[in-house]
């Protein structure tokens, strides 16, 4: 834990207090969105201090050409960024002549910022001080609307307590923006036109590149003690990328002055170029017809229906209570399931770090997620998304010289073409490509859906084996195959040989690609005669997948009884975490990259990641023993680690480290474990927190079509529920501290498994 100022709450993150050193973590905390745009926490109104600007559209980006020093051939051509996209929030105040800006009050007290997951809601407050002494009363309620996409809404209240004020609030829109994360201080946004419509500000801009065109639109209205004023701007100015308009209130002491700016982004890729405008004017109206309460209250009820079935409940705790649901905020906030050209960026709307829009994350940790509480074309989406990319995944491969129809997936994507540029990430962090094929094995086991495969699935399947086949080669030493020149999950190792995950993960791929290619054959005829004549289905080639499969090496010690991460791991200083100097931590911010490659710590799970997918090919005890061989070697500087040595440490019984584990994922972010919340939050492992409680203490298992569950109580847990959609049937599960109790939505009943014992779930009447 680097950080403790969010005050535990089960429903709210909450801060209080000015702190202007904390102010860019809590602009990512405090973070909304609603799937098509998002927003950190800036300030509306100007702020002179630190700070990191961030507004961003779903599915935009700029493709940034890779800069090394020594070009080489496969090298992607460029890097993804995700933008930081038009202003819309801005409204710049002046107060009897002076500007307002928290970094220059004399005082701010009272401070307070809610973000209220329940319903979607940001808040703040505060009572600010000017330099002329003026003393006021701040009250501010930012959204955007979960079912009215394209829309944002603020209520700005300003009432002043020792004097009279003149306001004077300068609303505008703004695309002069650029990336904190620009290589040559370079801008991303062309401006096209600017327009005034009455009092209706649009600014137009294309993305270069890639020509992504925006309108960033507002409107504002006026109020003095909730009463509407009909208020004429004094000015309505237009530069080549801004709108800003002038207004002016005056107001006596304890009178309150509101303005309601409605703002937001209508894309290219929604609408046609040419009527953007005409589109943003539409959605103004949509928004003003509604208007601010109906909004709101429209707000509380898509905010209600989404955590009816997501929410999970902990009584007893209330920090492990806020920390999933944060999770599962956010979560729903990046992605909805209603665009299936969309998919779950590492930051989210949070930031702009890693660039790129999918990754591995994706398949490993956020399909169960979605699975589960969505429904079953929401994941469906989610697997579409890498078929209707399949090409370009071929067109990878051939890059790097592998051919019939190999395909890499990409680590870091936008569209398909791989777009991260470090060679060792680019090049040998191939494990992707078995998350996407057990994402296909996994959506099939839990919803029972087995069109999937003869319609979609089968096609990514053997261009992924036929990529994992070739990528092997024979060795004339070991009289086996072996992989070369990999980096697995744990990348505090690259360029080794034989990493364990990533072989074994590749024989399960050949191998259930050749199950499938029968099982299509002889279930499925009309389709498996469709992909046969497209992709040129051989028995030979069949042979082959089969003769690699069958004679794969994996590095093992006699001594520990452990499948070894990979060829010669044993010659390092096997040192524990537990024994490293705490000033040392975390490793990746104190010491030289020679330094970490050098050392046995392991960033996140790699050999036990390949425990956690196929848990039923090893034994509890073979379990137990990787566990207790890798874990104390973990330095989990990935987001992505707790989670999965949560759900294992459950497995094995270990509470108290599974409790720690979870703690970790749940609150990565809130308590900051990994000094850089202020660059964004972890958004993709925080399917991974989900996983914890559901797969970890609810023991949670699809096998043989059926749920079966080893509930666990963590002892400072008085009880915990979840739902599950399992195939159309809503399941709830209660676990306290002498029961599993179920309830069932539905009129048939559900067969689970407590333990291995049967029971049969009846519908509730």
């Known amino acids: 834990m680097n950080q403790d100022y969010i005050i535990p709450n089960s429903w709210s993150i909450i801060e209080e207090g000015f702190e ?17 745009m998002g927003q950190r926490a800036n300030f509306e109104e100007f702020y002179s201090g630190d700070t990191f600007q961030g507004s961003y559209i779903a599915g935009v980006y700029y ?9 080489k051939n496969g090298y992607p051509e460029y890097f993804a960024k995700v933008l930081n996209a038009p202003v819309w929030i801005g409204i710049d105040i002046e107060i009897n002549g002076e500007q307002f800006d928290l970094n220059t009050c004399k005082e701010v007290k009272n401070f307070r910022r809610e973000l209220n997951m329940k319903e979607g809601l940001l808040d703040r407050s505060f009572i600010a001080i000017l330099p002329s002494g003026l003393e006021i009363e701040v009250n501010v309620r930012r959204f955007l609307a979960a079912d009215l996409d394209e829309i944002g809404v603020i209520k700005y209240d300003i009432k002043p307590l020792n004097g009279k004020a003149k306001i004077v609030y300068k609303p505008y829109v703004d695309t002069g923006v650029k990336n904190e994360d620009a290589n040559w201080e370079e801008t991303f946004w062309e401006p096209i036109t600017t327009e005034i419509k009455k009092e209706q500000g649009f600014v137009q801009a294309r993305t270069f590149k890639t020509h992504f065109n925006v309108v960033t639109f507002m409107e504002n209205m006026f109020f003095i003690n909730n009463e509407k004023q009909e208020v004429s701007p004094l000015s309505q100015n237009k530069t080549n990328h801004k709108v800003e308009f002038t207004y002016e209130l005056n107001i006596d002491v304890n009178e309150i002055a509101t303005i309601h700016k409605f703002g937001g982004y209508v894309v290219s890729t929604n609408h046609q170029e040419n009527e953007l405008i005409t589109a943003a004017e539409n959605v103004l109206e949509q928004a003003k017809t509604i208007g601010y309460e109906q909004l709101l209250i429209n707000q509380k009820e898509a905010w209600a229906k989404i955590w009816e079935m997501a929410d999970i409940t902990i009584e007893g705790d209330v920090k492990a209570q806020q920390g999933i649901r944060f999770n599962i905020f956010q979560l729903n906030q990046t992605y909805s399931g209603k665009d299936a050209r969309l998919n779950i960026g590492p930051k989210g709307f949070t930031g702009e770090k890693y660039g790129g829009s999918t990754y591995w994350d994706t398949e490993a940790y956020c399909l169960p997620f979605y699975m589960a509480t969505k429904n079953q074309e929401v994941a469906r989406n989610l697997l579409k998304y890498r078929y209707n990319q399949l090409d370009k995944a071929i067109e990878n491969a051939e890059k790097l010289g592998f051919t019939n129809g190999a395909a890499l997936y990409p680590m870091v994507t936008m569209n398909g073409e791989e777009c991260h540029n470090e060679w060792e990430i680019t090049f040998e962090e191939i494990h992707r490509n078995a998350a996407i094929a057990f994402a296909i094995f996994n959506y099939t086991r839990f919803t029972g859906d087995d069109t999937y495969i003869p319609e979609a699935g089968l096609e990514v399947l053997l261009g992924i084996a036929r990529f994992w086949t070739q990528r092997f080669n024979w060795s004339n030493d ?41 099982n299509v054959k002889d279930n499925y005829s009309s389709d498996f005669a469709r992909i046969s004549s497209k992709v040129n289905i051989t028995d030979v080639e069949l042979e082959k997948m089969k003769e690699v499969a069958s004679n794969i090496y994996f590095p093992y010690s006699k001594e520990y009884d452990v499948y070894l991460q990979q060829d010669g791991f044993l010659d390092k200083d096997l040192t524990p975490v537990s024994q490293l100097d705490k000033s040392q931590r975390p490793i990746n911010q104190k010491w030289s990259w020679d330094r970490i490659l050098r050392s046995a710590y392991i960033k996140q ?12 090919k090893f034994s509890k005890e073979q379990l137990e023993r990787h566990f207790d061989f890798y874990e104390p070697l973990t330095v989990h500087e990935s987001s992505l680690s707790p989670c999965v040595h949560s759900i294992q440490a459950a497995t094995l019984g270990r509470m108290e480290q599974a409790y720690t584990f979870y703690l970790r994922t749940s609150r990565l972010d809130l308590d900051d474990y990994n000094k850089e919340v202020h660059e964004g939050l972890h958004i993709t492992s925080m399917a991974g927190t989900w996983m914890s409680i559901v797969e970890g203490f609810g023991g949670m298992r699809v096998k043989n079509d059926q749920l079966y569950f080893e509930p666990r109580l963590p002892e400072q847990w008085e009880e915990f529920t979840f739902k599950i959609n399992f195939r159309n049937q809503i399941l709830k599960v209660i676990v306290n501290k002498g029961n599993t109790m179920f309830e069932l939505e539905g009129n048939q009943p559900l067969e689970v498994y407590v333990f291995d014992q049967k029971v049969l779930v009846q519908p509730s009447i």
């Open 20 to 36: 202007k050193d904390r102010v860019k973590s809590s602009e990512s905390l405090f973070s909304i969105g609603n799937g098509a």
């Open 63 to 71: 493709p940034d050409k890779t800069k090394v020093g020594w070009w």
């Open 478 to 518: 070991k009289k086996q195959y072996v992989m070369l020149g990999v980096t697995g999950p744990n990348e505090y190792e690259n360029n080794v040989n034989n990493n364990f995950h990533t072989s074994y993960c590749a024989q399960w791929c050949i191998n259930y690609a050749v199950e499938q290619v029968q």
């Open 605 to 616: 799970a790699d050999t036990l990641q390949a425990f956690y997918y196929f848990e039923d």
